[in-house]
């Protein structure tokens, strides 16, 4: 073999050690839930919002933004980001429905709320280009125990921290 084949050899080996490692390390950073002994398939239970709760708090973030003469719409979605509810209040502009869904999406994909990954634009600006994100304040994500099952994205109202105040309020709705 000659020298020009031994290096493009060799470099499509590396390539493919390097993707291998790459995928390892990747399958394995974040830790696979633990298999209950009662469960021999390794099947495991995951808590969502109900509809009716879902509702609520969507109502409890629209009612939060009409007591201060807001006009926003809310949209609430489940742990895939897929949307379960939104409401759109009266008078909310058009940009505000699909702004609130982005916002939810967003706070449930980080687990944190829109107005904390904002600031982190300024060391990865590149997040902004993930489809379907938005990274303005108004997105606040719905716990059980640290994980995220959910999230409340509103939007319409004139600042971002007006919006996650109400956003805030559904999460808080759901906790009474």
Do not use: C
Not at 8 to 18: H, M
Not at 43 to 55: E, G, M, P, R
Not at 108 to 135: E, H, M, Y
Not at 143 to 158: F, R, T
């Amino acid at each position: 073999m000659n020298l020009r084949h031994r290096v493009i050899t060799g470099a499509g080996l590396a390539v493919v050690v390097g993707a291998v490692g790459f995928g390892t390390m990747t399958a394995t950073a974040a830790p696979a839930p633990a298999q209950k002994k009662d469960d021999p398939k390794g099947l495991v239970t995951s808590t969502h919002l109900s509809i009716d709760a879902a509702t609520q708090a969507a109502q409890a973030a629209l009612d939060a933004a009409e007591a201060e003469g807001q006009r926003v719409t809310v949209a609430v979605v489940d742990r895939n980001g897929n949307t379960v509810v939104t409401l759109r209040g009266d008078g909310a502009g058009p940009q505000s429905y699909e702004s609130a869904q982005r916002k939810a999406f967003t706070a449930v994909s980080w687990n944190a709320p829109t107005s904390v990954l904002a600031g982190r634009l300024a060391q990865t600006p590149n997040l902004k280009d993930i489809p379907g994100t938005l990274f303005l304040g108004g997105g606040a994500p719905v716990q059980v125990k640290g994980a995220p099952i959910a999230a409340i994205g509103v939007a319409g109202a004139p600042s971002g921290d007006l919006d996650e105040k109400f956003a805030k309020a559904g999460v808080e709705a759901l906790n009474d």
